[in-house]
């Protein structure tokens, strides 16, 4: 199997219970997981095993077209390297302890949460006709997936600025996504969320422990 190959959801590893699994979905799942379960254990090495998890959640989303989904990757490459370089520091080694917002950050969160909902909801829901070379299927359940992937933004900050209000944000992310994914039929990445939903609650437990 060559490099494109694997990159093609349609590049069956096997099936089971009538799913076919793609090596994408699956080895993109195993790499997610397995950052997510290292964040929540405050370890370094979750940001460049995240990134792995992101390039190959970008060729799945980009083919079942979530472009929102799509777009939210290429912001967890960059966030993941400034993550990275963040928790890599001596000077927050220190300062691994979590710690909580203020109200007025809480507030500022939740205000750019909607509105870049909107705004992205709208860019999504006409990607299409602006760029059809590249984009030639519409977007997929435009608002819910726009939802998911601004807050998701939101969270992936306040995760590597160690603050505990980022868990509330991924609780409800994986909520989200696991009926979303369920929808388009991409069962494996549910069954992540499903997993991640487990995953950010022990977070949330351990970060306000410690905050």
């Given at each position: 199997?060559?490099?494109?190959?694997?990159?093609?959801i349609?590049?069956?590893?096997?099936t089971?219970?009538d799913?076919?699994?793609?090596?994408?979905?699956?080895?993109g799942t195993?790499?997610?997981?397995?950052?997510?379960?290292?964040v929540?254990?405050?370890k370094?090495?979750n940001?460049?095993?995240?990134?792995?998890?992101?390039?190959?959640?970008?060729?799945?989303?980009?083919?079942?077209?979530?472009?929102?989904?799509?777009?939210?990757?290429?912001?967890?490459?960059f966030t993941?390297?400034?993550g990275?370089?963040h928790w890599?520091?001596?000077a927050?080694?220190?300062?691994?302890?979590p710690?909580?917002s203020?109200?007025?950050?809480n507030?500022?969160?939740?205000?750019?949460?909607?509105?870049?909902?909107?705004?992205?909801?709208?860019?999504?829901?006409?990607?299409?006709?602006?760029?059809?070379?590249?984009?030639?299927?519409?977007a997929?359940?435009?608002?819910?997936?726009?939802l998911t992937?601004v807050?998701?933004?939101?969270?992936?900050?306040?995760?590597?600025?160690?603050?505990?209000?980022?868990?509330?944000?991924?609780?409800t992310?994986?909520?989200?996504?696991?009926?979303?994914?369920?929808?388009?039929?991409?069962?494996l990445?549910?069954?992540?969320?499903?997993?991640?939903?487990?995953?950010?609650s022990?977070?949330?437990?351990?970060?306000?422990k410690?905050?």
């Amino acid at each position: 199997m060559d490099l494109a190959s694997f990159f093609d959801i349609n590049t069956i590893a096997f099936t089971l219970f009538d799913y076919p699994m793609s090596y994408l979905e699956l080895v993109g799942t195993i790499f997610n997981l397995w950052s997510v379960w290292l964040v929540g254990r405050g370890k370094v090495s979750n940001w460049p095993i995240g990134l792995i998890g992101v390039v190959l959640f970008f060729a799945l989303f980009y083919q079942i077209q979530l472009y929102a989904d799509t777009f939210e990757q290429v912001y967890y490459f960059f966030t993941g390297i400034y993550g990275w370089w963040h928790w890599s520091r001596p000077a927050d080694q220190v300062a691994i302890k979590p710690r909580y917002s203020s109200r007025n950050n809480n507030l500022l969160a939740i205000g750019i949460t909607v509105v870049g909902t909107l705004v992205l909801a709208w860019i999504i829901g006409n990607i299409d006709q602006w760029l059809p070379q590249y984009f030639p299927e519409p977007a997929s359940y435009v608002l819910i997936d726009s939802l998911t992937t601004v807050m998701s933004f939101t969270a992936t900050i306040l995760m590597a600025q160690r603050r505990v209000e980022c868990w509330y944000y991924w609780i409800t992310v994986d909520v989200i996504a696991i009926w979303l994914y369920a929808v388009k039929g991409t069962l494996l990445v549910a069954l992540l969320y499903a997993i991640f939903l487990v995953l950010a609650s022990n977070g949330w437990r351990l970060w306000r422990k410690t905050a």
